[in-house]
Structures are given as C-alpha cells and as structure tokens.
C-alpha cells in the first residue's frame, strides 16, 4: 500500500497555471505506475494523465493533451500535474492514485490507494 497525499490546487482565471503535486510514502514508489484523476460536482471520475514507473511513457486524456504534463521523481517520491491554458471546465478535485497496470490503464478500477484530492477552480 502507498499513502499518497495531493497539494497545490487553488482558483485561478481561465488560461492560467498551476501545478499539482502528490507526495507518496510506503511501499516502493517506483514500481508503480501513478496516475491522476478528476471528479466534478456531479460527475464520475475520470482519467486524466499517467506515467510509467521510469517515468519514460505517460498518457493523456483526450481533452486535457497538450496543455498538461505528467512528470514523477522516484527519488523524492513524488508525481506532479502541470496545467496550463486552463479552462472552466478543467474545475474538479484532482486525485492521485497508484496502478495496478500501465499507462494504458485509464480507468479507476485499475488504480488504487486514492489520496484525498485537491480542488481545482477555474473562473471565467
């Protein structure tokens, strides 16, 4: 099991940045694939970008590729979102979490050990 806990959301205008971070302990960070995720009032969670354990191949959602980055670092434990060219619809609570699969693996079935999210506003 992974303990992983998310950080660096906030409110920002439309065509802004942030970064989010998710800072993992327990188990070997590295042999895992990490993934993010996205849940909006209403809404189901959906997939949003991952990265394999050497960080050499990651994934994107379709309605976020190009304007976010996934990235980790095994040494430090972490994995982090950078955003960019946010849009409302980009507003969520984002949500790290460890995979069982590759990065291929794009639903939530595939992943576990959910930290607690971070909220991601986005005004127009």
């Known amino acids: 099991q992974v303990q992983l806990v998310e950080s660096g959301g906030g409110l920002v205008q439309a065509g802004g940045s942030l970064r989010l971070s998710c800072a993992a302990s327990g188990r070997a960070f590295s042999i895992y694939t990490m993934g993010w995720f996205r849940q909006a009032p209403g809404k189901e969670r959906e997939f949003v970008a991952a990265i394999s354990r050497s960080g050499g191949t990651t994934a994107y959602s379709d309605s976020v590729k190009g304007r976010f980055t996934i990235s980790r670092d095994n040494v430090k434990t972490t994995v982090a979102l950078q955003m960019s060219s946010l849009k409302p619809e980009d507003t969520a609570l984002y949500y790290c979490?460890?995979?069982?699969?590759?990065?291929?693996?794009?639903?939530?079935?595939?992943?576990?050990?959910w930290g607690q999210g971070t909220q991601v506003t986005v005004s127009s």
């Open positions: 979490a460890r995979g069982l699969g590759g990065v291929g693996s794009t639903t939530i079935d595939w992943y576990r050990d």
